[in-house]
């Protein structure tokens, strides 16, 4: 099995909890409930994002600590607005889905791909995507598992097959033979997601698109554990700011991002939520993180 090489993230800077905790004799508090009212809505949202920009507010501190940590941070605001969220709005589907359709071979993807991921490592197989499943680059570089009639492997998603139709693959014409005969030419499969293989050992990258500038920026994500659905910034006012993501696999910020460094949130397809902090600008390389998303 071709394995690909990833770099991946690790943890966030804490900012120090503001309030004392609740007292044991007290009630227990709502989780999220800042203002005490009995229900966690936006209001709660705001007070605990102008708790965090150092704002003179009154409120439940303890409420605000959602991950249990003893301190308030970006991660708890995160997990506050999530919580409101209903589920099927931000998870594409449960981990392990499976996935049927056709699959034939050419051989290109691992330079001048769609999700322009090149040069790609030849130490692991890689394929292009139908449109629908691709979805404007939300499922670039995605690693999969593929299983046809000899077998399983396992790719990386760096290209488009734009005349299949849903669940159909395009592999490159060496792992092709692995699933299933070469002379058959198109064959059904199966695939599923699943975790790239070395994210326990590295954290996720950045890369910043040739012409990137503090006056324009793109920016990609690379070496995530799972498929990215969003990538947010953290503007001058302390919100967090989502950036549109381009069918070549790009977040593009239009008005620039500034000279740097960033607080960048990423969120996966399953809806699992990083904060990668201190970021600097450097549109000449491949920029190393700090974290990785959850397993």
């Known amino acids: 099995m071709k394995q690909m090489l990833c770099i991946m993230l690790s943890a966030a800077v804490c900012v120090p909890m503001l309030f004392a905790p609740v007292s044991s004799a007290e009630a227990e508090p709502l989780p999220g409930d800042i203002n005490a009212d009995g229900v966690c809505d936006s209001t709660d949202v705001h007070l605990l994002r102008d708790w965090l920009l150092g704002l003179p507010v009154t409120g439940d501190a303890a409420a605000g600590d959602l991950n249990g940590d003893g301190h308030l941070d ?37 330079e001048g791909g769609c999700a322009m991921l090149d040069p790609v490592s030849t130490d692991y197989w890689i394929t292009a995507m139908n449109l629908p499943d691709y979805n404007n680059a939300e499922l670039a570089g995605a690693y999969l598992e593929v299983t046809g009639e000899l077998g399983s492997i396992h790719v990386l998603v760096t290209d488009l097959l734009p005349e299949g139709k849903k669940g159909d693959l395009d592999l490159y014409t060496d792992a092709f033979p692995l699933i299933a005969p070469a002379e058959k030419g198109r064959v059904p499969v199966t695939w599923k997601i699943i975790p790239l293989d070395s994210a326990e050992d590295a954290p996720v990258s950045y890369k910043y698109k040739d012409g990137s500038s503090p006056f324009w920026c793109a920016v990609q994500v690379r070496n995530h554990r799972y498929p990215i659905e969003t990538l947010e910034y953290l503007n001058s006012d302390g919100e967090f700011v989502a950036l549109p993501r381009r069918n070549f696999n790009y977040f593009e910020a239009q008005s620039g991002l500034g000279e740097g460094p960033f607080t960048f949130r990423i969120t996966d397809i399953y809806g699992q939520v990083v904060i990668d902090e201190n970021i600097p600008f450097t549109p000449d390389e491949i920029q190393q993180g700090h ?4 397993e």
């Open 74 to 110: 970006a991660r708890d605001l995160t997990w506050l607005k999530r919580s409101m969220l209903p589920e099927h709005t931000w998870i594409l589907e449960p981990k392990g889905t499976v996935h049927s359709g056709e699959a034939t071979f050419y051989g290109g993807g691992y």
């Open 291 to 294: 974290v990785q998303l959850p």
